[in-house]
């Protein structure tokens, strides 16, 4: 495993983390004991970083890792852990009570990393009153980092502005091999800033693997079924970069979703892909998408094949 440091922290970081969405009704993951030997398989390789969030499952993923954590007898020290905050639990007071329901359930008396997962779009909370509340956290040692996802660059600005002795470490974007408006701004911003780049869906939910068929994915009951990538404007065109993936993956002796993955980590020194997994075989493949470089070549010719693909949200 490769490690590189959580934003401007001395706090390391593995090269790629464990997302923990999975843990939900939205992926299906819902046994607790698969859970746990996908969080064994990922730590036994050296993945030291669980990206999770209150909502997913409602709290039920947060609920999973601190048992799982337990369990396995991992040192808290040897985990970094990041949840992440609703945007609808941003009041002060809900700050706080969040917070302290998220470390029951994760059984611990500290978060390393606290994101907002998104802007309170709905509540209009004053972006100083609900900083300064999850600043206060971080003083009374609660929380160890903040970080924030979804937040478009300018509001990212605005919130580093109310922090008075802490910053920003780390940001959650969207960005894989089909998706890549955060290449515009916030990769930028982020190497600019000393912040590391945590990529979710990094595989694109699957799709980028070319593993599922269009008449395949149609038949997907999770999630995906509204996910705008399998659908039929955009999946063909997936597909079709899916299989140049293929085809570089082999001559790698490598699998599609590793070197998916080895594109996002060689694209920048900042980015952290989070890839989900649904089982221990591919938390150990996606944490075999390390120690080792796509060359030059190949990572420009993923490059311009991706920058094909037209993807539409307008999906009705
Ligand atoms: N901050 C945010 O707003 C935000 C949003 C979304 C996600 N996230 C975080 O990012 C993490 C990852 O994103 P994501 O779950 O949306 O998408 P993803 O990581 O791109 O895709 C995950 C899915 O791909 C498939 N997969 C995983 N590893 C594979 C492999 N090696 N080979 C083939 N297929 C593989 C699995 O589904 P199947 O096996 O069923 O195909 C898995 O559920 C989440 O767990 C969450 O922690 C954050």
């Known amino acids: 495993m490769e490690y590189t440091s959580l934003g401007g922290t001395d706090v390391k970081i593995s090269r790629v983390g464990l997302g923990a969405w999975q843990f939900s009704d939205a992926w299906g993951v819902k046994d607790y004991g698969i859970a746990k030997s996908i969080i064994a398989k990922a730590l ?84 100083c009153v609900y900083m300064k509340a999850l600043e206060r956290l971080v003083n009374i040692g609660k929380v160890n980092y903040l970080g924030l996802s979804d937040y478009p660059v300018e509001l990212v600005d605005a919130a580093r502005m109310c922090l008075s002795r802490v910053d920003i470490e780390a940001l959650q974007v969207r960005f894989n091999l089909a998706e890549r408006w955060a290449e515009e701004e916030h990769i930028p911003y982020a190497e600019e800033n000393d912040m590391t780049v945590m990529a979710w869906s990094p595989l694109a939910k699957g799709a980028i693997t070319g593993k599922y068929t269009l008449e395949d994915a149609r038949k997907l009951q999770d999630l995906r079924v509204n996910e705008p990538l399998f659908q039929p404007d955009n999946y063909p065109q997936v597909l079709e970069l899916a299989n140049i993936v293929k085809n570089i993956a082999s001559k790698y002796g490598k699998t599609p979703a590793q070197v998916a993955l080895n594109w996002l980590i060689t694209y920048s020194d900042v980015i952290v892909p989070i890839p989900g997994a649904r089982s221990p075989q591919q938390a150990e493949e996606n944490a075999g998408s390390v120690g080792w470089r796509l060359t030059y070549e190949d990572w420009r010719a993923l490059d311009e094949a991706s920058r094909k693909l037209r993807i539409t949200y307008v999906t009705f």
């Open 44 to 127: 036994e390789l050296g993945v030291n970083f669980i990206d999770t969030a209150m909502v997913y499952g409602r709290g039920l993923s947060e609920q999973f890792i601190g048992n799982a954590l337990k369990e396995l007898n991992v040192n808290r020290d040897d985990i970094v852990i990041a949840t992440k905050i609703p945007g609808e639990f941003l009041s002060p007071h809900d700050v706080f009570k969040a917070v302290e329901r998220s470390l029951n359930r994760l059984q611990t008396s500290y978060i390393d990393l606290l994101l907002i997962h998104w802007p309170p779009c709905w509540h209009h909370i004053p972006t």
